[in-house]
Nanobody, 124 residues
Framework: QVQLVESGGGLVQAGGSLRLSCAAS????????MAWFRQAPGKEREFVAAISWSGGSTDYANSVKGRFTISRDNAKNMVYLQLNSLKPEDTAVYYCAARIRRFYSYYSYDYDYWGQGTQVTVSS
């Protein structure tokens, strides 16, 4: 059974930073693509960032490119999302997702496992 547990969310002022973490169970974590999605109140879940199984390939939504960084540590079964220069429009619940494939997708329906989410609130 695969479990994903996010942590690191919180309340921060605009321009501030947060680091989200996702702890994954599963012996084959190092062969999974991982991603972060977010969902703001009244909006659909949207792609934020993704990373391939080795960490050699990453991609970001245009809205976060240059401000957010996704990374992974396969030895620790961890995925991270560094959020810098935060804006009020980044306020959302952030979800970690695992795809049992080596390469990522931009679509939530391609992911097999999800965490419970962590709230990020950015005040102006």
């Amino acid at each position: 059974q695969v479990q994903l547990v996010e942590s690191g969310g919180g309340l921060v002022q605009a321009g501030g930073s947060l680091r989200l973490s996702c702890a994954a169970s599963g012996r084959t974590f190092s062969s999974w693509a991982m991603a972060w999605f977010r969902q703001a109140p009244g909006k659909e879940r949207e792609f934020v960032a993704a990373i391939s199984w080795s960490g050699g390939s990453t991609d970001y939504a245009n809205s976060v490119k240059g401000r957010f960084t996704i990374s992974r540590d396969n030895a620790k079964n961890m995925v991270y999302l560094q959020l810098n220069s935060l804006k009020p429009e980044d306020t959302a619940v952030y979800y970690c997702a695992a795809r049992i494939r080596r390469f990522y997708s931009y679509y939530s329906y391609d992911y097999d496992y999800w965490g419970q989410g962590t709230q990020v609130t950015v005040s102006s």
